[in-house]
């Protein structure tokens, strides 16, 4: 089964970038879509950001719209979220998601699967 772990997560000054990385594990990677969600603390999981399997459309939450980029390498398995302009708000666990993943055996069915988190901490 895929697995998701990502990094780059850790402390930034308002104001300052940072990017975080996805790897996923299997040899499917590119055919499926990436998502990345945020939790901050005492508010719901929100989406971030989303790319195809080919990485040729994106979207993104209208609160990083300008300042966040995602993107895909499909030959290292990884997603990545380059932030820029961070700002407090922007403090909170991220976590990459594939939201519909083949499974490789019968019965053939669609899981979603997430990563661990990597908490982002904006503040000076």
């Known amino acids: 089964q895929v697995q998701l772990v990502e990094s780059g997560g850790g402390l930034v000054q308002p104001g300052g970038s940072l990017r975080l990385s996805c790897a996923a594990s299997?040899?499917?990677?590119?055919?499926?879509?990436m998502y990345w969600y945020r939790q901050a603390p005492g508010k719901e999981r929100e989406l971030v950001a989303t790319?195809?399997?080919?990485?040729?459309?994106?979207n993104y939450a209208d609160s990083v719209k300008g300042r966040f980029t995602i993107s895909r390498d499909n030959a290292k398995a990884t997603v990545y979220l380059q932030m820029n302009s961070l700002k407090p708000e922007d403090t909170a666990v991220y976590y990459c998601n594939a939201p519909g993943v083949l499974t490789s055996t019968p019965p053939y069915t669609l899981l979603e699967i997430w990563g661990q988190g990597t908490l982002l901490t904006v503040s000076s």
């Open positions: 790319i195809t399997s080919t990485g040729d459309i994106t």
């Open positions: 299997g040899s499917t990677f590119s055919t499926y879509a």
